[in-house]
């Protein structure tokens, strides 16, 4: 069974520029959760899918994130327009039980 | 909300040797317990998770970790270590009861094993 991919392994962007990151789910999650890490610091929780509807979406930063879950399969996070404070590494992570949630290996962001 | 504090940042040990990594919560609802470890290059994998029940948790690769309430703790351990530990440990909890499945996590601890 394959594990919940994420494409870009690495992105980098200027600042102003707009950057999209894709996440694929395991085959049959309804649920799909982004998180980001920033440098140095603990990993934090964005938003949450239920299929292709927003259950939580209390850890978005700011409305230049846009969170979407087409069809409840796959899911994009589209940061535009990127800034400094947006580099670190985003998660992606889906699950039948929620409490077993299996991570991606990750997208880092690096805004210059 | 919920917190969580993992004391150490950084863990060197001797391979074969104990260890113990500190997790700390703050919550004023009942929560679940996580470890995750991420090996280098690679996603978050879990280590274990408390929901109920026995407070001593066992989880993959020889590792446990107990759930004490009193001391609002939930620290994970391996009685042997191998060179393949080394990893970041992250600690997290959940409170889904309030109607939030996310995962609260602690900075993390890198356990770095020495021959």
């Known amino acids: 069974e394959a594990g919940v991919t994420q494409f870009p392994s690495h992105s980098v962007i200027e600042k102003g520029q707009t950057v999209t990151l894709r996440c694929d789910p395991i085959?049959?999650?309804?649920?799909l959760y982004w998180y980001r890490r920033v440098m140095g610091k603990e990993i934090k929780f964005l938003l949450h899918f239920v299929k292709e509807s927003k259950q939580d979406e209390s850890g978005m930063p700011n409305n230049r994130f846009l969170a979407e879950r087409t069809g409840g399969t796959y899911s994009t996070l589209k940061v535009q327009p990127a800034e400094l404070e947006d580099s670190g590494v985003y998660f992606c992570?889906?699950?039948?039980?929620?409490?077993?949630?299996?991570f991606g290996p990750g997208t880092r962001l690096t805004v210059t | 909300a919920q917190s969580v504090t993992q004391l150490d940042s950084q863990v060197p040990v001797f391979e074969e040797a104990p260890v113990e990594l500190r997790c700390n919560y703050s919550?004023?609802?009942?929560?679940?317990l996580f470890w995750y470890v991420q090996y280098p290059n690679q996603g978050l994998q879990l280590l274990l998770k408390y929901l109920s029940g026995s407070t001593l948790v066992k989880g993959i690769n020889g590792f446990e970790a107990e759930f004490n309430k009193s001391q609002t703790s939930f620290h994970l351990r391996k009685p042997s270590v191998h060179i393949s530990d080394t990893a970041e440990y992250f600690c997290a909890v959940s409170a889904p009861l309030q109607g939030a499945q996310k995962l609260v996590f602690g900075q993390g601890t890198r356990l770095t094993i020495n021959p």
């Open positions: 992570a889906s699950s039948q039980r929620w409490h077993e949630q299996y």
């Open positions: 085959s049959g999650h309804d649920n």
């Open positions: 919550s004023s609802v009942s929560v679940y």
